[in-house]
């Protein structure tokens, strides 16, 4: 496919999204069933269209005077692929496959500017009611952070230091160019490219299948390391999921101690056995939901690690579907349960035991507010100093941007290139 018909198709994938308020996975999925012509090349190509879209959508939506899919793919042409105008009307002339041409209006908006009294929410392409959010979050610096999750996210992996170490995987990947990351110690990370770039599919890599590493964004990396779980420990992962951060921790621990990897959801929790396997942690004891399945852990971990479900604010970069989806009923509902669930970790912790939360949002409803509602109610609580659990973690001082007013680390593309993440601490009193 030419790129005239890669931007009809994106238009009517987003078309297909919008309509029919289908996640884009399953846009894309089914258009390439539907096109079976279409080689893999051109999937990604008119995936990355239909992301950046999502991506810039207010911004491009605000630039174009309107919000159809096609006005988006067309700012996304022009202004995120540097396509020229005028060679791009020549190829829509010349395909019977590509969109009609572009009108002189939409040429002479989509190579306009922004007027100086934008709205900030547009300028962060975000939705207008979190903008006091971000800007309580990241005070002057909040449109700069929702800029910043408008790019596309690199492809990071955690080497599992169990089979394997970084030098190792670096040969193994050399065909994609990868480097280490910059604060993950086990990180291995290959940028996004531009336009129509491939993520590279490092899952068929011999070293993937033999266990060598993870795919993990460095994020998630980093706050694992940062939960501090030292081999022999006796640890709780109450909300494992598929596992990504229960093998972190697996590695961390040398498989040595104990780690209780639970989840209340069987769905997500079931890729995690063929992933232990693959990845030869065997300190890890997985537990399905059943009534009383935890009920022998109650007050004997020393650390008990939340992966708290939230609203996934942290991940717009590779879901920016979601980002035009959240409601406020639906941060109310995430912000109860990450209340709840906290509650529920603390029964768990012996005393001197470590209560580790975390979130991949940006938002401080999800992530100081809980924290600070959590010790109100629980005085035998207190945070452990963010800077010592950095330096602990990577042998360096905290940068400064990093600490939150509630003891927390907050995580994001703009402070340290990964996804949103929050980090925090609480002792139990002996």
Request: proline share 7%.
């Given at each position: 496919m030419r ?10 994938v ?41 991506r ?21 042409a022009?202004?995120?692929?540097d396509e ?7 190829s ?9 041409p572009?009108t002189?209006?939409?040429i002479?908006?989509v190579?306009g500017q922004l007027?100086d ?15 006091p ?11 700069a ?18 089979k ?5 995987v ?9 480097r ?6 086990n990180g291995?990370?290959?940028?996004a490219?531009?336009?129509d770039a ?5 899952t ?6 033999k266990?060598?590493?993870?795919v993990?964004?460095q ?7 940062l ?6 420990e ?13 093998l972190?921790l697996?590695?961390?621990m ?5 780690i ?15 992933r ?6 065997r300190?890890?004891?997985t537990?399905?939901?059943a009534p009383?399945?935890l009920?022998d ?10 992966d ?5 604010t942290?991940?717009?970069?590779r ?20 209340s709840a ?5 603390a ?5 001197g035991?470590v209560?580790?939360?975390i979130?991949?949002?940006?938002l401080?409803e999800?992530n100081d507010?809980?924290i ?16 010592a ?42």
């Open positions: 790129l005239p018909g890669r931007l009809s198709a994106a238009i009517d987003l078309t297909e999204v919008e309509t029919r308020k289908r996640p884009v996975s399953e846009a894309l999925k089914s258009w390439g069933l539907a096109n079976r012509f279409a080689g893999a090349g051109d999937r990604a190509a008119i995936g990355n269209l239909v992301y950046d879209a999502l810039r959508r207010a911004s491009h939506a605000a630039l174009m005077g309107e919000d159809t899919p096609r006005a988006l793919i067309l700012a996304v022009v202004r995120d692929w020229d105008t005028v060679a791009l009307n020549a829509f002339t010349a395909d019977a496959h590509g969109p009609t572009m002189d209006e939409e002479a908006r190579t007027d009294d934008t709205p900030g929410h547009i300028l962060a392409d975000i939705p207008e009611w979190l903008a959010s971000l800007e309580r979050a990241f005070g002057d610096n909040w449109i952070e929702g800029q910043a999750m408008t790019g596309r996210p690199s492809l990071d992996l955690r080497v599992n230091t169990l394997s170490q970084p030098e190792r670096l040969k193994s990947l050399a065909r994609f160019t990868p280490v990351t910059a604060i993950a110690p291995v990370t290959m940028q490219g531009p336009g491939r993520t590279p599919n490092v068929t890599d011999e070293g993937y299948l266990g060598w590493f993870e993990q964004d994020g998630s990396q980093i706050v694992a390391a939960a501090g779980a030292k081999p022999g006796q640890v709780l992962d109450l909300c494992a999921g598929a596992g990504g951060k229960t972190a697996a590695a961390a040398a498989n040595k101690g104990q209780f990897a639970y989840d209340s959801d069987r769905n997500r929790l079931a890729p995690i056995y063929d232990l396997k693959r990845n030869g942690a300190n890890v004891q537990r399905a939901p009383g399945a009920d852990l109650v007050g004997k971990m020393d650390r008990v690690l939340i708290a479900p939230c609203t996934g942290g991940t717009w970069r879901r920016p579907d979601t980002k035009w989806k959240l409601t406020p009923e639906l941060l109310a509902t995430r912000t109860a349960e990450q669930i906290l509650e529920e970790g029964r768990f912790l012996k005393p035991g209560l580790v939360y979130t991949c949002s940006i401080p999800e507010d809980r600070a509602a959590f010790l109100a109610a629980h005085p035998e609580f207190s945070p452990l100093s963010p800077e659990l950095w330096q602990t973690a990577f042998g360096k001082e905290l940068p400064e941007d990093l600490a939150t007013a509630g003891s927390g680390i907050a995580l994001t593309p703009r402070l340290t290139g990964t996804d949103g993440f929050y980090f925090n601490a609480l002792s139990r009193s002996a």
